[in-house]
C-alpha cells in the first residue's frame, strides 16, 4: 500500500510529459520523418513497414540504425518535393520495457488469440527503483493503448543492502559475488534466504553467515528428517511398492494412529496455508509455514516415532514417506534442487520406478488440501500436548536432572477438554518426560504457594525509617489472602508503628514458590511440576538409560551399523553394574545386543556414569 498510493501514487499525481526522444545511436529508432526543405513543417510517423512501402520506401530487413536511416521519403506536401529524413533521436529504451506485455506476441500484427489469452499479466516483479522505470511505463503505455492495465499485481522488491544497512555498489566496495555464496551454501540456501528471511518488499541487509543460517535453521533439517527414513526404510527393506498398497491413515493404533493422523491434519493445513499464501504473492509466509511444518515433522512426529521406525512398522514409513512428498512438491518453487532429489527416491526408490507418478517433483501440480484427512480437534489436542511436553523438559533442564533420569510423576495443570486429549496420548506424554504417571489439577496455584514481597522503590519513600517494620508486616500477610485481594482489585490494609494504611498493586508483588520437593514450569495459565525425588529403583533405571548411551557411543566409535547386533561386555562399579543386570532385556533391546556378560578386559572402552566407572566391550555377534 504504502508503494501502490505512496510513492508510486505520488508520481502519478504529479506527472509531467514524458520526454520520448534519447540522442543516442543505439536504441529503437525513433520512426518520424521530417522534410529537409526549407519553410516546410511535414512530418510522418511510420505505424508499419507497410506504411513506409506505400509512402515510396526501400523497407530494410534490419530496422535499427544505420539502415533505417537510408530510408528516404518525398514530401507529399503539394508543391513541395522535397526528400523527408527520419530524425536522428532514438526512443527511450524505457519504452521498449513498457512495449513487452503486447510487444513480446507482435501484436497487433499476428498472435492476437495468444495475446489475448495471456493480457494482462497475473503479475509482475521487479525492484522499488522501477516504480519511475518499468512500473511506470507499461502502465503508460498499456492505458494509452488499451485503456486498462497490463498486470493485475505488482510484487515490489526493496533493495539489497550489506551488514551495515548501506546500499551495495561497487564503488563503495560492499559487493557480494553471488557465486561465491552459491559454491559456499548452494543455490537453494541462496534462494531459501532471499524467498523467506523477510519479505522482499522491505529490503535485505544481507550477509553470508545468514545465509547459512538458512542452512542450519531449515535445510538441515528437512535433509536430516528424509535420509532417517532413507536410513531405517533401507534397514527395514522398506519398497515404495510395498508403501504404495497402504492406505494413508491405516495399520496403526492407539498413540500411534494419533499421531499419524495428526501429522496428516497438519499437512493439509500446511497445503492449504501455503496455497493461500502464493495465491496472495507472498512467498515469503508460504515458506515460513513449510518450515514451521518440517520442524514439527522432526521435533515431534520424528522424535515420537523413532521406536515404530525402529521396528520396521509400515504405517511409520507410509505416513512419513507421503509427508516428505507432498513438502518436496511444496518446496518445488522454492528449493527446486533440494526438492527434486527427495522427490525423486522417495517415489521411485532405487530402482527409479515412478509408475504413474511423474518422474521430477517439477511435473507435479501443487498439492491440495484434503477436508477428509483434516482434524483441528486433534491439532487442538495435540498443541496441550506438545506445550505439557515443552514445559515438562523445561522444568527438567531448570533443576538440572537429566533428561534419561526416570521420574515418579509430573502434575499437569489443563481444564477438561485439554486432560481428555493429553490423558488420550498419556503414554507418549509420559515417555517423552520420562515419568512413571501423570496426575492433573485444574489450577496453577495446586502447584504452587505464594510469598508476598514489599516494592522498595515505591514504598521507601512512604515509610522511610520505618521500612523495616513495614516490611516485616508485609510478609507476614497471608499470601492468598493479598492473591485474593489483588486479583478482585481490592487495597490491603496494613499497619505500621499504630498506623493504618492502604497497598495497592504497584506496592508489593506476589512470588511464586514451588511446592518443596518440586519443580514447577509455567506459562499463560498452563503448568507441569515434575516431582524430583528419587528412590533407588529410578534411581537405577536412570542408570540404566545412561548405560545404553554409552554403548550407542561405542558402537558408533566401532563403526557398527544400525542394525549390527552386537555381543556386549560390561565391567566397572558395583552400582551400575547391578543396575545393568536389573534392566539387562532394556539393555540388550536397546543395543541390539545377542549377549552380555559382565566382565571387560584391557581392551574395553572407558567412560563414567555421575562420577561411576563404566567399561565396555563390544564386538559384532
Request: proline share 4%; aromatic share 10%.
Amino acid at each position: 500500500e504504502h508503494i501502490k498510493h505512496g510513492r508510486f501514487g505520488k508520481w502519478l499525481e504529479n506527472n509531467v510529459d514524458w520526454a520520448l526522444s534519447r540522442d543516442r545511436y543505439w536504441g529503437t529508432p525513433l520512426p518520424i520523418w521530417e522534410c529537409g526543405e526549407a519553410g516546410c513543417e511535414e512530418r510522418f510517423c511510420a505505424g508499419s513497414r507497410d506504411e513506409l512501402r506505400e509512402r515510396g520506401g526501400e523497407v530494410p530487413d534490419d530496422l535499427h540504425r544505420p539502415f533505417i536511416d537510408e530510408v528516404v521519403l518525398e514530401c507529399p506536401r503539394e508543391g513541395c518535393g522535397g526528400e523527408m529524413r527520419r530524425v536522428p533521436a532514438v526512443i527511450d529504451t524505457w519504452f521498449d520495457s513498457g512495449a513487452m506485455p503486447f510487444a513480446q506476441f507482435h501484436y497487433p500484427f499476428e498472435s492476437e488469440e495468444l495475446f489475448a489469452e495471456r493480457f494482462p499479466a497475473d503479475y509482475i516483479c521487479e525492484a522499488i527503483d522501477q516504480t519511475r522505470g518499468w512500473f511506470y511505463t507499461q502502465l503508460a503505455e498499456s492505458v494509452l493503448l488499451f485503456d486498462q492495465t497490463d498486470f493485475l499485481n505488482c510484487v515490489c522488491l526493496g533493495l539489497i543492502l550489506d551488514p551495515d544497512g548501506q546500499k551495495m555498489s561497487k564503488s563503495r566496495g560492499n559487493v557480494v559475488d553471488p557465486w561465491e555464496v552459491i559454491e559456499r551454501h548452494g543455490a537453494d540456501a541462496f534462494r531459501w534466504y532471499y524467498l523467506t528471511s523477510q519479505q522482499p518488499w522491505a529490503g535485505y541487509r544481507f550477509s553470508v553467515d545468514t545465509v547459512g543460517e538458512s542452512v542450519r535453521q531449515f535445510l538441515l533439517t528437512l535433509w536430516n528428517t528424509y535420509s532417517f527414513w532413507v536410513l531405517y526404510a533401507n534397514t527395514a527393506g522398506i519398497s515404495p511398492e510395498q508403501l504404495d498398497e497402504l492406505e494413508l491413515g491405516s495399520g496403526a493404533e492407539g498413540a500411534a494412529a494419533s499421531l499419524d493422523a495428526w501429522a496428516l491434519s497438519r499437512l493439509q493445513a500446511t497445503v492449504a496455508g501455503v496455497r493461500a499464501h502464493m495465491d496472495g504473492f507472498d512467498c515469503t509466509s508460504a515458506g515460513r509455514e513449510i518450515a514451521a511444518y518440517v520442524d514439527e515433522l522432526s521435533n515431534w512426529y520424528v522424535r515420537l516415532s523413532r521406536r515404530r521406525f525402529w521396528d520396521g512398522e509400515v504405517a511409520a514409513f507410509a505416513t512419513l514417506r507421503h509427508c516428505l512428498l507432498e513438502v518436496s512438491k511444496l518446496l518445488a518453487p522454492f528449493v527446486p534442487f533440494v526438492a527434486d532429489a527427495i522427490y525423486v527416491n522417495l517415489a521411485g526408490g532405487a530402482e527409479d520406478e515412478f509408475g504413474e507418478a511423474p518422474d521430477s517433483v517439477h511435473l507435479c501440480d501443487l498439492p491440495e488440501a484434503d477436508p477428509a484427512l483434516r482434524d483441528e480437534r486433534l491439532e487442538a489436542g495435540m498443541e496441550a500436548v506438545r506445550r505439557t511436553v515443552e514445559l515438562g523438559r523445561a522444568a527438567r533442564a531448570h533443576s538440572k536432572v537429566k533428561v534419561r533420569q526416570p521420574l515418579r510423576k509430573a502434575v499437569v495443570v489443563a481444564n477438561a477438554q485439554e486432560r481428555a486429549e493429553i490423558e488420550r496420548l498419556a503414554e507418549l506424554v509420559a515417555s517423552e518426560l520420562n515419568v512413571k504417571e501423570l496426575e492433573f489439577v485444574a489450577e496453577e496455584s495446586d502447584l504452587v504457594g505464594y510469598r508476598v514481597r514489599p516494592n522498595f522503590r515505591a514504598l521507601g519513600p512512604r515509610f522511610g525509617k520505618d521500612m523495616p517494620q513495614a516490611k516485616a508486616a508485609i510478609e507476614a500477610l497471608e499470601a492468598a489472602d493479598v492473591k485474593r485481594a489483588l486479583d478482585s482489585g481490592e487495597e490491603i490494609g496494613l499497619m505500621v508503628d499504630g498506623r493504618d494504611h492502604t497497598l495497592g498493586p504497584d506496592d508489593l508483588s506476589l512470588v511464586m514458590e514451588p511446592l518443596e520437593g518440586y519443580q514447577v514450569e509455567t506459562e499463560a495459565g498452563h503448568a507441569v511440576a515434575l516431582a524430583l525425588e528419587l528412590d533407588d529403583e529410578l534411581r537405577a533405571e536412570g542408570w540404566a538409560r545412561e548405560i545404553v548411551h554409552a554403548v550407542q557411543g561405542a558402537r558408533k566409535s566401532a563403526g557398527l551399523d544400525v542394525s549390527d547386533r552386537i555381543e556386549l561386555r560390561l565391567g566397572g562399579d558395583d552400582d551400575l553394574i547391578a543396575a545393568a543386570r536389573a534392566h539387562e532385556p532394556y539393555i540388550s533391546g536397546e543395543t541390539l545386543a545377542t549377549s552380555v556378560a559382565y566382565e571387560a578386559d584391557g581392551s574395553a572402552q572407558a567412560t563414567t556414569v555421575e562420577g561411576r566407572e563404566l567399561r565396555i566391550v563390544v564386538s559384532r555377534a
